[in-house]
């Protein structure tokens, strides 16, 4: 017990911990921790996409994120967010390959999801 098995990847900072301490990596404040779990057989070159999503009212209480990230093997990060009665807004990053990106936004767009590109730093 107590060792991080070798199907598994953690990143500091989005460097891998085996290329740095190991275990004994010390986290700060403020340092992004990532697990990740290895995927036998590899994966294609992964790619970053910002998007703002815009959900309508019918769909705020559903978990259509979730379900695309899961489905589409895209991992999301959510840099801000806001909720009404009426309407839901997200900007967030989405990493993955390319055709998993383009088709997980291709089904948002489809459930009715407003999907628009975020060009430049995401975070105010």
Not at 35 to 63: C, D, N, S
Not at 96 to 123: A, C, F, R, Y
């Amino acid at each position: 017990g107590g060792k991080i098995r070798r199907f598994v990847n953690i990143y500091l900072n989005e460097e891998d911990i085996r290329f740095l301490k190991a275990e004994e990596t010390e986290v700060k404040d403020g340092d992004e921790v990532s697990i990740v779990p290895a995927i036998a057989g590899g994966r294609g070159e992964l790619m970053k996409r910002r998007v703002k999503l815009t959900f309508p009212q019918h769909l705020i209480k559903e978990p259509v994120l979730f379900t695309m990230a899961k489905k589409f093997d895209v991992m999301p990060n959510i840099r801000r967010a806001r909720v009404s009665e009426t309407v839901g807004e997200m900007i967030l990053e989405l990493e993955g390959e390319e055709k998993n990106l383009d088709d997980g936004l291709k089904s948002l767009t489809e459930q009715g999801v407003k999907v628009e590109l975020v060009e430049g730093d995401i975070i105010e």
